[in-house]
């Protein structure tokens, strides 16, 4: 009790502190970079969501949010079943043996997801997993249900037969290829298994690098050029993950493929990030460290191979923490998922993995956000997701925000902001973080700012001034759109509540929450002018809130 009070204290001191002006400078002259869109990156556990009324809808809204094409993971893939989905628990039955132990390939369920991407316009980053039961090595019990270990059962275990499983890959790549075309196919991602470093694979390293290396001679027989990567291990901030991921690196740089003898191939890295929040007394405090140590951490791993330096690099889980199927009816915490606690969150994330990139020279091409939606759960039941029961919720319009980026990243400074690696030792814990990400492209400019801290706790917003400037000499006004996230704009939750958290809510509530759900601006288009290649304007911004300025000459 005596820390929790000290902590209110600590927080109200800080709070006083925080009304203090912030003021945010934007060179337009001088980049830091592409501004790759590394935003764009979606995945769940469950795969057969995918062909489900809500599922449909938000792969379109998924892909309207982004200029380029947005890529989906999913786990079960592969797993036997009859493709009815259960938290974290899918299956699409696609392999299984006959009477004399000949291969059957059944595709229905797989086309059925497959066809739900093509139809949205998405592209499917394929996740190769799990172990189908009749390939599996001693399979039974082959499904754990949730709430029990999941991950427990035979579709994780490996292949009784390696070579049978690197002719599966081999067979589903070449279905894919002949039902959605070569050229098609060529743009896709394929990444061998899911967090084999922990129970999710029921085996060694060295059995992990050989199921790699037969799946990566499937998918290349089938369609040479495709890409192929992994080992999509836990986050290398612990010691357990970076081993694993210095040992996967060290096999495709030094080692032969099992499977063929020559090189290991490796078109791209991938591995896990995630956060670590947790429940102070009354208030939910967030691990942003956590999750950009594992990038860091990460990062450093790979730049010791300079030969794979140049590889792209997907962060295929990027999370404030790891288990999407846990509800806020499991663990409390989790409610943070519902309001602005998550978008502004996210915002901070992203501009700082991009300086993790920048200071690691990593060529960072993805963090996928392991969120969509869970079907026929309660509204805002607290699940990672995007979406609950059609109705969109705030963390995905800050993605629609990084959509409306685009062009150059470029120079920012802030006198509210946390210094990375500050941020790296001790997470956002006692002034919030007030920073801004800038990109620039042609005729057009954009600004997202935020109010981030560790700790949900009232505060008082902060008067921001935004200076930017390296305008074109010959622009003399520029049309400001403001979007802004916070509890009263782009904010489906706070309506919900409002309405006193309705379960069943009525046609007429149920519109006002479609609406509600839609990135909003924070007051109408407005043009401003340049002076000397500079415009200014001012914003309260509260705590937990993020905004995009957009401007266009």
């Known amino acids: 009790?005596?820390?929790?009070?000290?902590?209110?204290?600590?927080?109200?001191?800080?709070?006083?502190?925080?009304?203090?002006?912030?003021?945010?400078?934007?060179?337009?002259?001088?980049?830091?970079?592409?501004?790759?869109?590394?935003?764009?990156?979606?995945?769940?556990?469950?795969?057969?969501?995918?062909?489900?009324?809500?599922?449909?809808?938000?792969?379109?809204?998924?892909?309207?949010?982004?200029?380029?094409?947005?890529?989906?993971?999913?786990?079960?893939?592969?797993?036997?079943?009859?493709?009815?989905?259960?938290?974290?628990?899918?299956?699409?039955?696609?392999?299984?043996?006959?009477?004399?132990?000949?291969?059957?390939?059944?595709?229905?369920?797989?086309?059925?997801?497959?066809?739900?991407?093509?139809?949205?316009?998405?592209?499917?980053?394929?996740?190769?997993?799990?172990?189908?039961?009749?390939?599996?090595?001693?399979?039974?019990?082959?499904?754990?249900?949730?709430?029990?270990d999941t991950i427990s059962g035979g579709s994780q275990n490996p292949p009784k037969d390696y070579a049978m499983w690197g002719e599966l890959v081999r067979k589903v790549t070449e279905h894919l290829v002949a039902r959605y075309g070569r050229n098609e196919v060529l743009q896709w991602y394929f990444e061998v298994w899911n967090e084999p470093d922990i129970p999710y694979w029921h085996s060694?390293?060295?059995?992990?690098?050989?199921?790699?290396?037969?799946?990566?001679?499937?998918?290349?027989?089938?369609?040479?050029?495709?890409?192929?990567?992994?080992?999509?291990?836990?986050?290398?901030?612990?010691?357990?993950?970076?081993?694993?991921?210095?040992?996967?690196?060290?096999?495709?740089?030094?080692?032969?493929?099992?499977?063929?003898?020559?090189?290991?191939?490796?078109?791209?890295?991938?591995?896990?990030?995630?956060?670590?929040?947790?429940?102070?007394?009354?208030?939910?405090?967030?691990?942003?460290?956590?999750?950009?140590?594992?990038?860091?951490?990460?990062?450093?791993?790979?730049?010791?191979?300079?030969?794979?330096?140049?590889?792209?690099?997907?962060?295929?889980?990027?999370?404030?923490?790891?288990?999407?199927?846990?509800?806020?009816?499991?663990?409390?915490?989790?409610?943070?998922?519902?309001?602005?606690?998550y978008p502004v969150y996210t915002a901070a994330a992203i501009k700082n993995l991009f300086a993790l990139k920048d200071r690691h020279h990593t060529n960072l091409i993805a963090m996928l956000s392991w969120s969509f939606e869970f079907e026929n759960k309660d509204y805002f039941e607290g699940f990672r997701s995007l979406a609950t029961n059609g109705i969109d919720k705030p963390v995905l319009n800050v993605f629609r925000m990084a959509g409306l980026m685009s062009g150059e990243r470029v120079s920012t400074t802030s006198s509210g902001e946390i210094p990375l690696d500050a941020i790296l030792k001790s997470g956002v814990r006692q002034s919030p973080d007030i920073d801004a990400l800038a990109t620039t492209s042609t005729r057009n400019a954009a600004v997202m700012l935020w109010n981030y801290h560790d700790d949900d706790l009232p505060a008082p917003g902060t008067q921001v001034q935004v200076v930017v400037s390296g305008i074109p000499a010959n622009v003399h006004r520029v049309l400001l759109q403001h979007y802004r996230i916070d509890e009263h704009?782009?904010?489906?939750?706070?309506?919900?509540?409002?309405?006193?958290?309705?379960?069943?809510?009525?046609?007429?509530?149920?519109?006002?929450?479609?609406?509600?759900?839609?990135?909003?601006?924070?007051d109408s288009p407005r043009w401003l002018d340049v002076k000397d290649g500079n415009v200014m304007l001012e914003t309260e911004l509260p705590r937990q809130a993020t905004s995009l300025l957009r401007l266009e000459w």
Request: proline share 9%.
């Open 204 to 341: 060694t390293p060295e059995n992990y690098y050989k199921l790699y290396d037969y799946a990566a001679a499937g998918v290349r027989k089938a369609l040479p050029g495709a890409r192929v990567g992994g080992p999509a291990s836990t986050g290398p901030g612990s010691p357990r993950a970076a081993k694993f991921l210095e040992g996967f690196l060290n096999h495709v740089e030094n080692g032969r493929s099992a499977a063929t003898g020559g090189p290991v191939p490796l078109d791209f890295i991938s591995f896990h990030a995630k956060g670590h929040p947790k429940v102070i007394g009354t208030y939910v405090q967030m691990g942003l460290s956590n999750e950009l140590n594992d990038v860091d951490q990460g990062f450093a791993i790979i730049a010791k191979h300079p030969k794979l330096q140049h590889l792209p690099v997907i962060i295929s889980e990027a999370d404030p923490e790891g288990c999407a199927a846990c509800s806020a009816k499991v663990n409390p915490a989790n409610n943070y998922r519902n309001g602005t606690l």
């Open 489 to 522: 704009h782009s904010n489906a939750y706070t309506v919900w509540k409002a309405m006193g958290s309705p379960q069943q809510p009525t046609p007429e509530q149920y519109a006002k929450l479609k609406a509600a759900g839609q990135l909003q601006l924070l």
């Open 1 to 148: 009790m005596r820390s929790f009070v000290i902590a209110l204290l600590c927080a109200a001191t800080l709070q006083m502190a925080a009304q203090t002006p912030v003021s945010i400078k934007v060179d337009l002259s001088k980049p830091e970079g592409p501004y790759t869109p590394i935003y764009r990156w979606f995945g769940y556990d469950e795969a057969n969501y995918t062909t489900m009324p809500h599922g449909r809808q938000l792969l379109g809204e998924l892909h309207d949010l982004s200029p380029v094409p947005v890529y989906i993971r999913a786990h079960h893939l592969l797993t036997s079943g009859n493709g009815v989905p259960e938290l974290k628990w899918s299956s699409t039955n696609v392999f299984s043996l006959d009477a004399n132990g000949k291969p059957v390939y059944n595709f229905k369920i797989l086309d059925g997801i497959f066809d739900a991407y093509k139809a949205a316009g998405v592209r499917p980053y394929v996740e190769l997993g799990f172990m189908p039961r009749d390939l599996a090595v001693n399979p039974d019990p082959y499904q754990v249900h949730y709430p029990h």
